[in-house]
C-alpha cells in the first residue's frame, strides 16, 4: 500500500461569514441531505443512498460555488438510485453527508468502482471550516493514488461524532459511471483479495486456453484455431483495460496509453470476432452477403483503431462502444441465416456465444446508462466470455482430440492383445461404421430438402438431373425441363409479410407437386419463388402441354392463408434437352435455355408459358 499517496492540500476558508451561513440554513439543509451514520460494526457500504448530485454542463463551478449550490437546495438525489450516466459533457458533482461514530476506525478509503474516469477531486470539509483536496484518476500517474488498485481510491479522515461533508468532482470522456463505496482497511484488504482471486481464475483460464489452442493450431494450421487465439487475446486486453489493470500493470507511467487503449483494444477484439465468425460460419460459401458486411465491419474496425491514436478520447471510446452493439448483432444475425440455411454447426456456434453477446451487450448498454451497474451487468461479460472460449475451444479440438485418443486406444489394446481382440474389434466397428452409416443415410435425406417447402433442392436437383439427362442420352428417350417463376411475389411479401410469403410458397409447392405426380416428374425449389422440374419421356409439345396445366391450376385457384384469398399466378420456362451427344445438351446449358424462356414468358406479360424454341407454337 502506498498510504496517503494523493497528497493532502488543505485551504481554511474565511471564518465569519461561511459561519453565518451555515448557522442560518444548516438546520434545515442538514435535514434535507441524507446523512450516512458509520455505526461500530460498519466495515464497508455503497454511497448511492447517501448521495446527491449536480451536472454541471459547463464544467466552470469551482469548489465553493460547489458548496454553495448544496447548501442552496441545487443538489438532487441519483435518479432511481443509478449512478450511471452514459457519456457526458461537463462535469458532476457529489455530495455525501458522513457522521462516524465508530471510535476504532477513523481512516476510511473511498472508492470509485469505475476505472475509466478521467479526473476526480475529492473534497473533505470538516466542521472546523478546513477543506482537504485530493486529486485523482485515470489522466494521472498510478503512483499518484492512495492504494496501488485499480480503481480510483482516496483516504478520509473521519473524526469521531463530527459531521465530514464529500464533495466529489468527476469530469471524464469516457462513460460517466460513479458507483462509490467506502471501505475500513480490513474491509479493503478482504475486497482486493477476493477481487484478485475472481481476476485471476478468469485470466487463468484464458491463459489455459490460449496455450492449448495454440498447441493445436502450430499442429493442424487451421486458421480458425489463428482467429480464435486473435480473439482470446484482444478481448482479454479490453477486459484487462476496462478494468484498470493495464494502467496498473502495462502502462503506469502513461495516462495517454490508458486512454488509448480502450478503444484500441475493442476494436482489435471485434476484428477477431467478426474475423472468427467469418470461418466458423463459412460465410464466403454460405452467405455471400453477410460475407461482404463481416468483411466491411473489420475494415472498419481496423481504421477506427488506428484513428483512435489521434482522435479525441470521447469521440473514438463512444463511436466504438456502439459500434460494438452493431457488431454483436452482426454476428447473431449472420449465425441465425446460416442456420437457416441448414448449416447444422452454427447451433453449436450460437450456444458458445449467446452468453457472451448477451454480457457485451449488457457491458455497453451499461456505459451508455440504459442499464443500471450491478454484479452481472459489470461482470456479466466475464462470466459469458470464459463459457463462451471454453466452450468454442471444445468445439474446435473436441473432434481431433477424440479421434486421436481413440486411435492411440485401438492401437495399444491391439499391440497387448491383439489376438483375442481382432474380432470383438471388427464387430463394433462393423457396428460403428452401421450406425455412421444411417446417420449419413439420414444427414444426407435431410442435406437434399429445402427447409421452407419440403422439395428437394437445387443442389440435389443438379445430381439427379445429371443422371435423367446421361439415361436420356442412352435410351434416345425425351426429356424436358420447366423453370417455373410464381409472379410478382415480392408484392406479397412486401404487402401481406413474409410469413404469409413462406405460407404461399408452400402452398404453390404443394399444387405443384399434386399436379406433376402422374409425370414421374423431378421438382425441386430452384430458389426464392422459383421451382425447377425435369420431365423424363416428355418431348417439348408434352412438356409444354404440363406447363400450362400447372399454369392454369395456380390461376384458377386461389391461395387462402392467415385470412387472406391471395391469386397466384406463374411464368414458365420450358427447354427439351436433345437426345444427341453434343456439349450443347449438358446440365447447364439446360438450365440456361430454360431460363431464357422464363424471361421470354415474363417479358410477354407473365402468367403464361413460353419455350426454348421460338418457332414452337403451344396446341
Not at 396 to 406: A, D, F, I, T, V
Not at 414 to 443: F, I, M, P, S, W
Not at 559 to 571: L, W
Amino acid at each position: 500500500m502506498r498510504g496517503g499517496g494523493m497528497g493532502f492540500r488543505e485551504s481554511r476558508r474565511p471564518g465569519w461569514l461561511a459561519l453565518l451561513l451555515l448557522l442560518l440554513c444548516g438546520g434545515a439543509w442538514a435535514q434535507a441531505v441524507p446523512t450516512l451514520d458509520l455505526t461500530p460494526g460498519t466495515t464497508h457500504t455503497p454511497l448511492a443512498d447517501y448521495t446527491r448530485y449536480r451536472h454541471d454542463v459547463n464544467a466552470s463551478d469551482d469548489t465553493a460555488s460547489a458548496f454553495r449550490r448544496l447548501q442552496a437546495g441545487e443538489f438532487a438525489p441519483l435518479p432511481g438510485g443509478k449512478h450511471e450516466f452514459g457519456f457526458q459533457q461537463g462535469a458532476y458533482w457529489f455530495h455525501i453527508g458522513i457522521v462516524n461514530h465508530n471510535p476504532k476506525e477513523l481512516r476510511w478509503l473511498l472508492v470509485q468502482r469505475y476505472a475509466l474516469s478521467d479526473y476526480i477531486d475529492v473534497y473533505a470539509r470538516y466542521p472546523d471550516g478546513r477543506v482537504v483536496h485530493q486529486a485523482g484518476g485515470d489522466a494521472l500517474p498510478f503512483e499518484s493514488r492512495s492504494i496501488g488498485y485499480r480503481h480510483p481510491n482516496f483516504w478520509i479522515g473521519l473524526p469521531t461524532g463530527e459531521r465530514v461533508d464529500l464533495l466529489v468532482r468527476i469530469q471524464s470522456q469516457s462513460s460517466m459511471q460513479v458507483p462509490l463505496d467506502l471501505y475500513t482497511p480490513d474491509a479493503f484488504v478482504d475486497l482486493t483479495r477476493d477481487a484478485q482471486l475472481a481476476i485471476g481464475l478468469y485470466y487463468g483460464i484464458l491463459t489455459a486456453l490460449f496455450f492449448y489452442n495454440l498447441v493445436l493450431w502450430l499442429t493442424l494450421r487451421d486458421s480458425g484455431y489463428f482467429w480464435y487465439l486473435f480473439h482470446i487475446s484482444a478481448f482479454g486486453m479490453v477486459l484487462f483495460t476496462l478494468n484498470g489493470l493495464g494502467f496498473e500493470y502495462l502502462w503506469p507511467h502513461s495516462p495517454w496509453l490508458a486512454d488509448k487503449s480502450v478503444p484500441l483494444s475493442i476494436c482489435l477484439a471485434l476484428i477477431g470476432m467478426l474475423q472468427f465468425a467469418r470461418i466458423f460460419l463459412e460465410l464466403q460459401d454460405r452467405w455471400r452477403f453477410g460475407n461482404a458486411v463481416a468483411l466491411a465491419l473489420i475494415g472498419f474496425f481496423v481504421l477506427l483503431g488506428a484513428a483512435s491514436l489521434e482522435l479525441p478520447y470521447r469521440v473514438s471510446i463512444v463511436i466504438a462502444t456502439k459500434a460494438v452493439l452493431f457488431g454483436v448483432a452482426w454476428i447473431a444475425i449472420a449465425t441465425v441465416v446460416v442456420l437457416r440455411r441448414g448449416y447444422a454447426s452454427a447451433w453449436l456456434f450460437l450456444i458458445a456465444w449467446a452468453m457472451f453477446l448477451l454480457g457485451t451487450t449488457t457491458f455497453s448498454l451499461v456505459a451508455f446508462g440504459i442499464l443500471p451497474k450491478t454484479f452481472y451487468t459489470e461482470y456479466g461479460v466475464q462470466m459469458g466470455s470464459a463459457l463462451e472460449m471454453l466452450l468454442l475451444s471444445i468445439a474446435l479440438g473436441r473432434r481431433y482430440s477424440s479421434l486421436r485418443q481413440e486411435n492411440e486406444r485401438i492401437i495399444n489394446e491391439a499391440n497387448l492383445r491383439l489376438e483375442r481382440k481382432v474380432a470383438q474389434r471388427t464387430q463394433e466397428l462393423r457396428g460403428t461404421l452401421a450406425q455412421l452409416e444411417d446417420a449419413h443415410g439420414r444427414l444426407r435425406d435431410s442435406s437434399r430438402r429445402d427447409g421452407l417447402t419440403g422439395l428437394y433442392n437445387r443442389t440435389y436437383f443438379r445430381e439427379a438431373f445429371e443422371d435423367l439427362l446421361v439415361d436420356s442420352l442412352d435410351s434416345g428417350r425425351p426429356l424436358s425441363l420447366l423453370m417455373i417463376d410464381l409472379d410478382h411475389f415480392k408484392n406479397i411479401n412486401d404487402r401481406y409479410g413474409h410469413l404469409v410469403g413462406d405460407d404461399c410458397l408452400r402452398w404453390a409447392a404443394h399444387r405443384i407437386g399434386d399436379a406433376l405426380r402422374p409425370h414421374k416428374a423431378l421438382l425441386a425449389r430452384f430458389g426464392g419463388e422459383e421451382f425447377i422440374v425435369g420431365l423424363p419421356g416428355h418431348d417439348l409439345t408434352a412438356a409444354a402441354q404440363v406447363g400450362e396445366i400447372l399454369r392454369r391450376q395456380l390461376q384458377q385457384e386461389h391461395c387462402t392463408v392467415r385470412g387472406h384469398q391471395i391469386r397466384i399466378s406463374a411464368s414458365i420456362g420450358v427447354h427439351a434437352v436433345q437426345s444427341v451427344q453434343d456439349p450443347a445438351n449438358s446440365i447447364d446449358a439446360a438450365l440456361m435455355a430454360a431460363d431464357l424462356a422464363l424471361y421470354s414468358a415474363k417479358a410477354k406479360g407473365r402468367d403464361q408459358v413460353c419455350t426454348s424454341n421460338p418457332a414452337f407454337v403451344p396446341m
